[in-house]
């Protein structure tokens, strides 16, 4: 929140970001999802019909990295193997 394109490539970058991030210069996305700070997980998940079901939303530290994708491949309902 709050980021030019330019500062979430060089975070991209340094960290080797595989998922998507996106730039929210003027805040918006973060407050239509209602994001009142960073970090900020949300999880989504494409519906069929072309819109998105947010099945995770958490502000602050995600804790362990592995612990946190297992929870999020279970709550999404994805298959692990993909």
């Known amino acids: 929140m709050g980021n030019t394109p330019f500062e979430v490539n060089l975070f991209r970058d340094k960290y080797s970001i595989l998922f998507p991030l996106f730039p929210d210069q003027d805040m918006t996305i ?3 999802l209602g994001v009142r700070g960073t ?3 949300i999880g989504l998940k494409a519906n069929s019909d072309g819109t998105y079901r947010m099945f995770y939303f ?7 990295v ?5 929870k999020m491949l279970a709550l999404s309902g994805l298959d692990k193997e993909i």
């Open 30 to 32: 973060g407050k239509d």
């Open 58 to 64: 958490k502000s602050g530290n995600l804790g362990a």
């Open 39 to 41: 970090p900020t997980f």
């Open 66 to 70: 592995p612990e946190f994708l297992e």
